[in-house]
């Protein structure tokens, strides 16, 4: 499950234009080329501090008195905003095979109850193996090992597409200079990282059973289906490690904030 900042929590709906001069985040009275004489107090002697990009109305008494750290930060928000990117959506279902298996990436749903923001899912179904036996002998005589189908599709439930990411990728140095800040983009990531580990592994294979007694092939079917599951587990934590666990904030770090928010 990933998270965004919902849009209202952002801060380019709340700056004010007045603040905005060729793409600058300059005090409307300051003289040209900067912040001006008397409207700005020396960094760290206003105890605003410089964590939150909002800015007073650029009228209200308060926006003379400003930290220009404050200035610096809504200015690294505004040109993010310049340099956002659309969240990548999945309109159409497509197929392809994978290491022998049929991949099916299906198109984004919205308003998916349960999942929270968002959440990328890779199941796998039809897959397995089964074996004919001589009744009697007790001995196989024949194998049929069908491919795991495998469907990847991001479902959006409180969150939106096109809401900035709370964690993990979409919030790294080089995704941000890039302009890529979604929670679609993060969503993407999961699904193409879920792809590549899927190309990159090859699932659990099943041992040769025609001539075996039945009870070795029993074994061999459980051992496939127990492999095959950690198989796809691991596909899936990949996805987690590398998409997740990185940027600024990292998951972790995220949901340990937020724990410790609610404990207050
Ligand atoms: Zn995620």
Known sequence: MCDC????QRSRGELHPGWLSGGRVVHPDAPAGGGGAGLFRLPGSTGTGGGSALLPHPDAPAAGDLDPRRLDAAQGE????KKRLPAPVVERESTQTVQGMTVLLLPDLQGVPGVGSATTLLDESEGGASYVHDKGTG???TVTVVPWKVTIQTCYGTGDANADAAYGRGTTDDDIKAGRITLGFHESCHRDDLIAYLKQHAPPTFAEM???PKAEADAEIARYKTASKA???AARAHSEAVTDETGKPKRSEYLA???AAKKK
């Not at 900042?5 to 209202?8: A, D, L, N, Q, Y």
């Not at 505004?78 to 905003?81: G, I, S």
């Open 5 to 8: 900042i919902p849009s209202s």
């Open 78 to 81: 505004v040109d993010k905003e």
């Open 139 to 141: 001995k196989v005589l």
């Open 210 to 212: 025609v001539g075996k």
């Open 231 to 233: 198989y796809f587990k």
């Open 257 to 259: 904030a937020q724990a």
